[in-house]
C-alpha cells in the first residue's frame, strides 16, 4: 500500500494499525523517515523490513515512495496506491513492483476528488502559485481530499516567488561582505523572522542558501545538526560570473531560455553587489516557478485526469492502462516535437506541418501522450501547450476544460516568456481551429477558448478575426463590442460611443 506521507491520517503508520486490525496479520511500515513517536534506528528498521518482505515472511507493507527501488521480488499480487500519484511515471513505476512472475496482480489507485472544480483550478497552469496557497490554506486538514492533500506538500516546496527571495535576502544578511573562499556559519533558528519554525525553517534556510549555490555566490556549505547551523563558504559574484551561472542553469532546461535569462540578467544588473545579488536570484526564483513548479502541477494533472477518465469508463482498467502507455510510449511525435522544442519559441510553421499529420484519434491520442511528456520538462512551451489542447480536441472523448486550460497557458506563456506577437499567436489559435474542424470538432470552442485567455486584448482579437472563417469570426463580435461599450464609458471623449 503507498501512502501519501508518513505521519497523520493516511500516513505509513496509520494505514499499517488500520489493515493490521481489519486482516488480522501483521503489517509493516517503510518510509524515508521515521513515524514522529517512533524512536530507534530508523535504517536498520527499514532494512530489516525489506529483507524479510523479500522473503515473504511479510505479506503486507504500508510505505512511501521511499520503497521500491532495487526491489525485484517476483510474487507481489496487488499494490494500491492511497492518493495521487505524483505522477504518471511515479504510478508506472511503483505499480510495476506486482506481477513480475508473469501471474495476475492487480494495480489499484484509491483516489478522492471532493470538490472536482476547485481541483482543476488548482492544477490549472493559469494558476498562479500564490493562489494556489491560498485555496489550499483554507482547507481544513480533515476537510481535504487527495488533491488539495498532495499539494499541500507542494506548497511547501513552493511557498511562493516573494517568500522565498525574502529567505535569500535573509541569508545574505548575514554573510556580510563578499570574499571568495571566506567562511560564515550562521544558525537556522530564526533565520525566517517568524514566517517558518522547526524543519521547515532549516529547509528554507537550506533552499535559500542552495540558490545562492546555483548563482556561484556561495561555492559550498553543509549543516551542523549539533549546532543547527549551516557553514558555508562563499564563491564569486565579480564580472559577469552570475550572468554565465544563471545562463547554465536556464540552458540545462532549454537553450533559448538559459541564453535569455543570462541576456536579462546582463541587461538589468545593478552597480551595487547586494542588489545585483538579489536581482539574480529573483531570476532564478521566478524561472523556478515557471518550469520545476508547473511541472510538478502539471504531473499530478495528468495523473489526475488519466484516473477520472478511468472511473467514468465501463472498461476503466483498461482506459487507464491505455492512457498510462501512451503517455509512456515514445512514437515519431517526440522526435518531432523536440525538433521543436529545439529551435525554441511558437515555430507556427512547424506546428502546422504536425497538426497535417494527425489523421485519427489514435494519431491525436500519441501526440496528446508526446506533447504531455514534452511539458513535463518544459510545462511554459507554449508550442507544446497548443500541441496538447489540439490532441485533446481530436481524441475521442476530449476533455474541453482541459483544452481550454491548456489555449490559454499557451497564450499567456508565449506573450510573457517568449515574445511571440499577436500575430504570430492569432495565425496558431487559426490553424489549430481549422484543423480541429477538418477532423469533425466544434472549432468554435477554441475560439472561445483563446477569447477567454488573459491579455487576448483588441490587437489579438483584431489578429485572429481576420485569419478565420465568418461562421467563426462571428464569435469575437460579443467581446469586442463589449470592450466599445466600455470604451465609451469610461472615456466619453474618446470618439467612440455606445452605440458604434
Known amino acids: 500500500m503507498f501512502c501519501p506521507h508518513v505521519n497523520r ?103 478522492s476528488v471532493d470538490h472536482p472544480r476547485r481541483a482543476r483550478q488548482l492544477l ?50 548575514r554573510l556580510g561582505s563578499i570574499v571568495p573562499d571566506k567562511a ?6 530564526g533565520l ?24 556561484g555566490v556561495v561555492r559550498d556549505y553543509t549543516l551542523d545538526w549539533a549546532k543547527r547551523e549551516l557553514q558555508l563558504v562563499l564563491g564569486d559574484q565579480e564580472g559577469d560570473s552570475m550572468a554565465v551561472a544563471l545562463g ?36 532564478l ?37 491505455k492512457r498510462v502507455l501512451q503517455y509512456l510510449t515514445q512514437t515519431d511525435w517526440d522526435v518531432r516535437l523536440e525538433e521543436i522544442g529545439a529551435k525554441g519559441g511558437l515555430g507556427a510553421d512547424a506546428l502546422r506541418l504536425v497538426l497535417e499529420e494527425v489523421v485519427s484519434s489514435r494519431h491525436a ?10 511539458l513535463n520538462s518544459y510545462p511554459d512551451q507554449p508550442a507544446f501547450l497548443f500541441l496538447r489542447a489540439f490532441a485533446e480536441a481530436c481524441v475521442t472523448d476530449p476533455d474541453w476544460e482541459r483544452v481550454t486550460e491548456d489555449v490559454r497557458a499557451a497564450l499567456a506563456f508565449g506573450r510573457e516568456k517568449y515574445g511571440a506577437s499577436e500575430q504570430d499567436l492569432a495565425t496558431v489559435v487559426a490553424d489549430l481551429t481549422s484543423f480541429v474542424e477538418s477532423r469533425g470538432r466544434p472549432g468554435q470552442r477554441l475560439v472561445q477558448s483563446a477569447i477567454l485567455a488573459s491579455g487576448a486584448g483588441r490587437p489579438f482579437q483584431r489578429e485572429l478575426c481576420g485569419r478565420l472563417p465568418p461562421h467563426l469570426a462571428v464569435e469575437l463580435v460579443a467581446p469586442l463590442m463589449t470592450r466599445l ?16
Not at 192 to 215: N, P, R
Not at 264 to 283: M, Q, S, Y
Not at 485 to 500: L, N
Request: proline share 3%; charged share 25%.
Open 9 to 111: 491520517q493516511f500516513g505509513t503508520l496509520a494505514v499499517a494499525q488500520g489493515l493490521a486490525e481489519t486482516l488480522r496479520m501483521r503489517v509493516e511500515t517503510y518510509s524515508g523517515s521515521a513515524p514522529k513517536g517512533i524512536s530507534g534506528d530508523w535504517e536498520e528498521h527499514n532494512m530489516r523490513v525489506a529483507r524479510d518482505f523479500k522473503r515473504n515472511r511479510i505479506s503486507v507493507l504500508a510505505c512511501t515512495n521511499a520503497f521500491g527501488m532495487g526491489i525485484d521480488k517476483p510474487n507481489i499480487r496487488f499494490t494500491a496506491h492511497l492518493g495521487l500519484p505524483q505522477t504518471v511515471e511515479a504510478f508506472y513505476q511503483q505499480a510495476g513492483r506486482a506481477g513480475r512472475d508473469q501471474h495476475t496482480a492487480h494495480c489499484d489507485i484509491v483516489l
Open 485 to 500: 461599450r466600455r470604451t465609451a464609458i469610461a472615456h466619453p471623449h474618446s470618439g467612440v460611443t455606445r452605440h458604434d
Open 285 to 321: 526564483i521566478e524561472f523556478i516557478y515557471e518550469t520545476v513548479e508547473l511541472a510538478r502541477r502539471r504531473g499530478l494533472s495528468e495523473m489526475l485526469q488519466a484516473a477520472s477518465q478511468a472511473v467514468t469508463a465501463i472498461n476503466g482498467s483498461e482506459v487507464l492502462k
Open 124 to 173: 490549472d497552469p493559469n494558476t498562479p502559485i500564490e493562489t494556489v496557497i491560498e485555496l489550499v490554506d483554507d482547507v481544513e486538514w480533515d476537510e481535504a481530499d487527495d488533491v488539495t492533500r498532495a499539494l499541500y506538500f507542494h506548497t511547501r516546496a513552493f511557498a511562493g516567488l516573494d517568500e522565498d527571495l525574502q529567505m535569500v535576502k535573509h541569508v545574505l544578511g
Open 184 to 189: 560564515v556559519a550562521f544558525s537556522w533558528v
Open 248 to 283: 547554465n542553469y536556464g540552458r540545462a532546461y532549454q537553450v533559448r531560455r538559459g541564453d535569455i535569462l543570462q541576456q536579462e540578467f546582463a541587461r538589468n544588473a545593478p552597480a551595487d553587489p547586494t542588489l545585483r545579488i538579489v536581482h539574480g536570484a529573483k531570476l
Open 192 to 215: 525566517s523572522h517568524g514566517k517558518h519554525e522547526g524543519d521547515a525553517e532549516k529547509q528554507a534556510s537550506e533552499k535559500a542558501v542552495y540558490h545562492l549555490v546555483t548563482l
Open 365 to 374: 491520442e500519441e501526440l496528446r501522450g508526446a506533447a504531455a511528456r514534452q
